[in-house]
């Protein structure tokens, strides 16, 4: 079992920046890859940006250049820098991990990021 925990969400003005956090504990050692996915009322869950343990990331298009994934191994802690944010990236976050032990899924609560002057 991973179990993971997500913090950092809140309001920010267009333009503006903000970090997520993801603690998991748990299984970590079968973690092969975490991501950020996220999801605005009405619409459909999606892949915001990923990391495998090796370091190799993916990002959605709507987010290049403007979001860092980064994980720090050490303390099992994924984290998504975000800046010039835009209306369009209020959603609700929730962090990923993949393990390879039945080739699960886990997820976190969710952090609500809203972006709005």
């Known amino acids: 079992q991973v179990h993971l925990v997500e913090s950092g969400g809140g309001l920010v003005q267009p333009g503006g920046s903000l970090r997520l956090s993801c603690a998991a504990s748990?299984?970590?050692?079968?973690?092969?890859?975490m991501g950020w996915y996220r999801q605005a009322p009405g619409k459909q869950r999606d892949m915001v940006a990923s990391?495998?343990?090796?370091?190799?990331?993916n990002y959605a298009d709507s987010v290049k250049g403007r979001f860092i994934i980064s994980r720090d191994n050490a303390k099992n802690t994924v984290y998504l820098q975000m800046s010039s944010l835009k209306p369009e990236d209020t959603a609700v976050y929730y962090c990923?991990?993949?393990?390879?032990?039945?080739?699960?899924?886990?997820w976190g609560q969710g952090t609500q990021v809203t972006v709005s002057s």
């Open positions: 990923n991990a993949g393990s390879w032990i039945g080739n699960r899924n886990y």
């Open positions: 748990g299984s970590t050692f079968s973690i092969t890859e």
């Open positions: 990391i495998t343990k090796s370091g190799s990331t």
